[in-house]
C-alpha cells in the first residue's frame, strides 16, 4: 500500500508545478485552447468546431449579442454571452450580432450565442480539471 500512496503523492505534486490556471483562462478565451495546450488535440479540435460553429451560426441568424442587463433573463444572456471569451469581445467591437430580435429566427441564434458561451465554459472547467489531475 506505500507503494501507491507514493505514486499518489507523485501524481499530486507533477499536477500542480507551473501555472495550472493557464488552460481555464486560454480555454475561456479562445474555444478549445485550453485542451490544446494539455496536448488533447482531438478533444480541443470537436470543442473548437462546436463552439465556433454554433457562435458562427447564432450570428449568421442575427441573433442578439447581449450588452446590458434590465432583467433576470438578460443577466442570464450577458452571462452565458460572456462565456465566449474572445468571440463576444470582438463581435462586439465589429459591431456583429442583433441590438433586438426582429424575425424568429433571431430567437434561436440568440440561444445558440449563449449555448456556445456555456458550453465553452464547461470546455475551459474541463480543461482545468485535466491539467489539475482532477480527471485523466
Known sequence: MIPTANKNIAVTQNGSQGFVYLPLIA????????????????????????????????????GKLYSSAHDILEILGLAGDLGNGLLYIVSRMLGLGADSVQVTTADYGSRFIVVAGLLNVIAAVDAHNLRTGRKA
Open 27 to 62: 480555454g475561456w478565451l479562445v474555444p478549445g485552447a485550453g485542451h490544446f495546450l494539455l496536448r488533447k488535440w482531438g478533444r480541443g479540435a470537436l470543442l473548437a468546431a462546436s463552439i465556433l460553429g454554433m457562435f458562427a451560426l447564432g450570428i449568421a441568424m442575427q
